[in-house]
């Protein structure tokens, strides 16, 4: 069953943040689709509101939140399609990190991070999400970013429900690897 849950969360992600039009599901400006339309609109998956309710709960990174008295889905961040989630400005901890690739490190320390095709560059507040997520491309390498710093030359940073900080971009001279 976990793997199912797995299966249909990376599906969710897809159709959600990335590609809606692949199935012919409309979502409103902040994201949000119906979840019956879609459950009808899914074929690749045999999914239903039961399973949908399931991996928005069980779900450890939190990736999807439902709302509109619950008829609507939607994912929390990581969209590439134009999105407003209504997000306000937050003022950052003193630090937070990132966790990313050895492969990565150069591009990184050249050009910072980028949000690449991404609305932000995500951080967090935990070591072991920083190591999970860099671990998902071999040896993860942690790169500690100066978030009060940068808040004071003016960058903005955003928190979202389940915790992930965003930010448009960490100029190079805000990372230290750790």
């Known amino acids: 069953?976990?793997?199912?849950?797995?299966?249909?969360?990376?599906y969710?992600?897809?159709?959600l943040r990335h590609k809606p039009d692949s199935i012919g599901l409309k979502l409103d400006e902040q994201g949000w689709a119906l979840i019956?339309?879609?459950?009808?609109?899914?074929?690749?998956?045999?999914?239903?509101?039961?399973?949908?309710?399931?991996?928005?709960?069980t779900?450890?990174?939190?990736?999807?939140?439902?709302?509109?008295?619950?008829?609507?889905?939607?994912?929390?961040?990581g969209h590439s399609i134009e999105v407003d989630l209504q997000l306000s400005v937050v003022i950052p901890p003193?630090?937070?990190?990132?966790?990313?690739?050895?492969?990565?490190?150069?591009?990184?320390?050249?050009?910072?991070?980028?949000?690449?095709s991404r609305h932000h560059v995500h951080l967090t507040e935990s070591l072991a999400v920083a190591k999970a997520v860099?671990?998902?491309?071999?040896?993860?390498?942690?790169?500690?970013v100066d978030a009060r710093r940068m808040h004071l030359d003016g960058y903005s940073f955003y928190k979202t429900v389940n915790?992930?900080?965003l930010t448009e971009s960490v100029p190079s001279q805000y990372?230290?690897?750790t």
Do not use: C
């Open 59 to 77: 779900s450890d990174k939190r990736r999807f939140a439902i709302g509109g008295n619950g008829n609507h889905i939607r994912a929390n961040q």
């Open 175 to 177: 990372l230290k690897r």
């Open 36 to 57: 019956d339309e879609l459950i009808e609109k899914t074929v690749d998956v045999a999914l239903t509101r039961d399973l949908v309710d399931l991996v928005v709960e």
């Open 12 to 15: 969710l992600s897809y159709v």
């Open 134 to 144: 860099g671990s998902r491309y071999g040896k993860p390498v942690i790169f500690t």
């Open 163 to 165: 915790n992930v900080w």
């Open 94 to 116: 003193d630090y937070l990190l990132h966790g990313t690739a050895e492969r990565n490190v150069k591009s990184i320390g050249e050009s910072g991070l980028t949000k690449g």
């Open 1 to 10: 069953m976990e793997k199912d849950l797995v299966k249909i969360s990376k």
